[in-house]
Each structure stands twice: as C-alpha cells, then as structure tokens.
C-alpha cells in the first residue's frame, strides 16, 4: 500500500523558515515525481512546488519562487520542502503527492497524483 507521511510543520514567525519531508512507505519514491501542494482556511489546493523522479527537473508556482526549494534523497525516501522567509499567507496545510506518470510538472493538475499524504500545518504567525 503506497503511503505518504508529511511531517516538519509547525508555528514560525514571518521571515522564517521550516522544512517539510515527505517519507514514503510501501514503495521506493524513485519513479515518481512528487509535488507538494497546500491548502488555506477558505481557499482552493494549490500546487506549490515539484519535482521530477530523478530530482533534475523541478518547477513552482510564483507564490513560492524564490523562498522555496524542493529536493528529494531517493536513498532515504523522501522528498524535502524548504521554505525560507515565510509570510503569513504561507500559513497552510502542505500535501505532497506522487505521480507514476512521468513528469507532470507542467501545470500542478491534481488528477495527475494517485498517492497523496494527509497533510502537515504550517501556520505563520507574530
């Protein structure tokens, strides 16, 4: 059973930083690529940022170009979120989700991610 586990969250003040993982279970995360995605109170997902399974290509949405960088250790499973200089409006739950189907990257299309992991909460506050 394919399994993804967010973790790394947590309360930051604005200007700070945090980094997300996701770890999978169940199978070897070398063949898919894998976006995070986020959720704000109120508000549609959105994708954030993603990456290629080999770890060599990667894109973001512009609200997190810039202060965002995604990477991936295949040898430890997991794929990582940075997140530098945090605003309020970053105050989200973070998803990451796979996809076996090549690389989708082009347009954060949720229907394109079969695996996808309950979430962690990122809250930017003063």
């Known amino acids: 059973q394919l399994q993804l586990v967010e973790s790394g969250g947590g309360l930051v003040q604005p200007g700070g930083s945090l980094r997300l993982s996701c770890a999978a279970s169940?199978?070897?995360?070398?063949?898919?690529?894998i976006g995070w995605f986020r959720q704000a109170p109120g508000k549609e997902r959105e994708g954030v940022s993603c990456?290629?399974?080999?770890?060599?290509?990667?894109n973001y949405t512009d609200p997190a170009k810039g202060r965002f960088t995604i990477s991936r250790d295949n040898a430890k499973n997991t794929v990582y979120l940075q997140m530098n200089n945090l605003k309020f409006e970053d105050t989200a739950i973070y998803y990451c989700?796979?996809?076996?189907?090549?690389?989708?990257?082009?347009?954060?299309?949720?229907?394109?991610?079969?695996?996808w992991g309950q979430g962690t909460q990122v809250t930017v506050s003063s």
């Open positions: 989700a796979a996809s076996s189907g090549g690389y989708v990257c082009y347009d954060f299309s949720e229907v394109d991610f079969g695996s």
């Open positions: 169940g199978f070897t995360l070398d063949y898919y690529t």
């Open positions: 990456i290629s399974s080999s770890g060599g290509r990667t």
